[in-house]
């Protein structure tokens, strides 16, 4: 019973799901098997047959009309899967040719990164063989300087903020060369120590300048600890606003020179280059008439732009300032003659 439930149940279903023409036609079988049994059940055996011959052409006709729509849903799926085909071949191209693709520019990028690599080992060989080219120049620079003077208390370092030992050995020897009386450095450290005890034994006196307090202690106290006090004064100077050739910089003090004259060599090398561009330019603007009639201007750091920019600069606008030729360390030397006659070296 339950079955026939379901059966009924389903049946409904697909016959609420019929299209229109379906159920049309399913309503024409229908009365015409009625009407053949009607016909049958009245004696019309002839109207009967009639309607039997109807069904059965309209059974033939359907069967005609299903495999020609048959046919067609063949064609077109053959279409369907023609086409699909297609775009499945033309997919797969399009994918060999986009890892074809990627597979070369890696070859390419590899090629490219081999090359760069191989590049920065070449220049980081050549840059430590530059290192230890040059840290066997400041060896030999360091072992010369300890012959020519005994230093009686450890010596600060030298190098980074300091005087390198070739500078130093330069400086040194012009000392010895050109004998000045009066020396003045702009920032003092290690350099202070090692011109004291150079103008120790050549005679003179340095006047070391010191914008930042804390190191002008530390230099006093490396200079009394090698005796040099009678040598060597450091003075406080702190930066302030200084203008000059039409350009405010950020400068030592200059009352701290106030008192100073005939000046035979000048040290440059401060203030620091952080306190700002071009930091060291204005020491020939503050200093030149202190200078003696003859004199030398050592700038440390010529390496860096604005110190060469300084040195260019110098020599254009100081009239009898002229470059020297050097062949050791980092720094430049330039001499002075007020009278424009040339400075014995
Ligand atoms: C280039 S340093 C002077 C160095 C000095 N002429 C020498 O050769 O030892 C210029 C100024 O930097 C400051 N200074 C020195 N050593 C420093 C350091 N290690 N770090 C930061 N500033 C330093 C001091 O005030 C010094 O006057």
Known sequence: ?????????????????LTRPQAVVLMAILALCLGVWAAAATGHQGLAVSLVAVLLLGVLLG?????????????????????????????????????????????????????????????????????LRAQSREIEAMFQLFQQFTPRAPMPSSGDFALNPTDLLDLLHLVRLREPRLVVELGSGT?????????????????????????????????????LNAVVEVREAPLRELTA????YQWYDTQAL????????????????????????PALSVLEKRLASTATV?????????????????????????????????HAVLSYSRTGAPVSV
């Not at 026939?4 to 016959?15: K, N, P, W, Y």
């Not at 004259?261 to 700002?276: E, F, K, M, R, Y």
């Not at 860096?304 to 009239?319: C, F, G, I, N």
Request: glycine share 10%; proline share 2%; net charge positive.
């Open 258 to 281: 106030d008192d100073l004259t005939g000046v035979d060599l000048l040290l440059v090398d401060g203030p620091p280059a952080a306190t700002g561009p071009d930091a060291r330019y």
């Open 245 to 248: 050739t039409g350009k405010t």
């Open 1 to 17: 019973m339950s079955s026939l439930v379901r059966f009924g149940g389903r049946l409904a279903v697909r016959l609420r799901s």
């Open 191 to 227: 350099s202070s120590v090692w011109l004291g005890y150079a103008l120790e034994q050549y005679g003179g006196k340095l006047i070391s300048l010191d914008h930042d307090a804390d190191y002008a202690r530390k230099t006093r106290a490396m200079l009394a600890a090698h005796g």
């Open 63 to 131: 069967i005609l009309h299903l495999s020609r729509w048959i046919g067609g849903v063949y064609r077109a799926n053959q279409t369907a899967n023609r086409e699909m085909r297609t775009v499945v071949e033309q997919l797969q191209r399009r994918v060999v040719a986009t890892v074809e693709k990627e597979r070369l520019s890696a070859g390419d990028r590899h090629q490219d990164l081999t090359r760069t690599i191989t590049r920065g080992l070449r220049q980081s060989g050549h840059g430590t063989d530059l290192l």
């Open 298 to 330: 050592v700038l440390d750091d010529a390496n860096r732009q604005d110190e060469r920019d300084a040195v260019l600069r110098w020599t254009q606008e100081v009239p009898g300032l002229t470059e020297e030729q050097r062949l050791l360390g980092r």
